[in-house]
């Protein structure tokens, strides 16, 4: 394929009142998408655990979704006076996204899983797009296990593959285990590398994924704080030019239900990357949301003519001159070198003592 516009969603997030609230919302970005004749379709992180609430029907979760339901712009008198109570009932009884989250995992979490996979792969068929579903934590088939996860549907509606977040955050280990490594998946639109959240913040993580065969680098994220974000982002720009790739971010923003750690929403700036060299400002940046708050649908062409030429024409040669069996030696050397040093604890103390000097040279 040599050119194809990609689409990624910022999406904020919301308790829906059935299943099928939950996938008429998602159309409402995929009709946009598919208006800008879009072939591949980003989803943000943890928009997934949107369908929660749709699947229990236990006291707290009633009053959570009548709450989400008096906060509605086209909300009627009565409905905003109900909401209003349930609110305050929810929050007397400490309900929220995150319990109702752990409650369902516990009783019924291939539940979940089916309802996602039904939702996410029946959108890619009726759209005949590729799907890169937004994370949930989900258990995974191969070991039941509960991870933080994403799915890749291709455009008949079939699982193409699946991500789980590698390097979690604090708050992702009340719910799910860190998953165990990073694999390229396969598509209609090239071969993807998804990297969820902080994992994109490991240069080693998106070297892994180039010399698997990635074409372009997907990135999800849900920040509960700027400061992340703005990690998150800087940490996308330097994989996707490291390795001369396309690159993809969709951020959750909004209201953060999910009761973790932090009561700050959600935020961040969903963007289409390109190599700095094919961006007409040599930024990398193709297209970028204005906001940080609010729900969108960007697009941009990829043109991967133009990609194959900039890696046998650019002045810094990292995907021609440099073999996945050198990089291996290289990294090899490296990790080895590195297991040999002390802990960064241990180096700072040495130092104190006059032991070791900043160069990590024993003094003589």
Known sequence: MDKYTVASVQ????????????????????????????????????????????LLDDTRTRMLR???????????????????????????????LGTATSGLLDV??????????????????????TIVAPSAYLPDQSDGLIYNLAAVFGANGDLLGQQSK???????????????????????????????GSDVLYPEVGRLLAYQGAEVLVVQGACPNMALYHKLRTGILARMQDNQLFAVASFLVGKNFLGRS?????????????????TPRFNG???????????????????????????????T???????????????????????????PSAVQLLAEEGIFDRGLKFRA
């Open 317 to 343: 040669p990292v995907r021609r001159e440099l073999s996945s069996t050198d990089m291996g030696q290289v990294v090899a050397a490296l990790y080895t070198q590195l297991r040999s040093l002390p802990p």
């Open 108 to 129: 019924a979490p291939n539940s979940l899983r089916d309802a996602y996979v039904d939702i996410f792969g029946g959108l890619a068929r009726e759209y005949g797009v």
């Open 66 to 96: 009548r709450a989400e339901a008096g906060r509605q712009r086209d909300a009627g008198v009565w409905r905003r006076l109900t909401g209003a109570a349930s609110g305050w009932l929810a929050s007397v009884l400490k309900a929220d």
């Open 11 to 54: 999406l904020r997030m919301r308790l829906p009142q059935t299943v099928e609230d939950f996938r008429n919302d998602l159309r409402r970005f995929l009709r946009a998408a598919d208006a800008k004749r879009a072939r591949l379709i980003v989803f943000p992180e943890l928009a997934g655990a949107m369908l929660v609430p749709a």
């Open 262 to 278: 932090s009561a700050e929403p959600f935020t961040g700036r969903s963007a289409i990357f390109a190599p700095q060299e094919l």
């Open 166 to 196: 590698v390097m979690g955050y604090p708050d992702d280990q009340a719910f799910a285990r860190r998953g165990r490594t990073w694999e390229v998946i396969a598509s209609e639109v090239g071969r993807i590398g998804l990297m969820l």
């Open 285 to 315: 940046v193709l297209v970028e949301m204005g906001s940080n708050q609010s729900e969108g649908v960007l697009s941009a062409e990829w043109d991967f003519v133009a990609l194959k030429r900039l890696w046998e024409t650019s002045d």
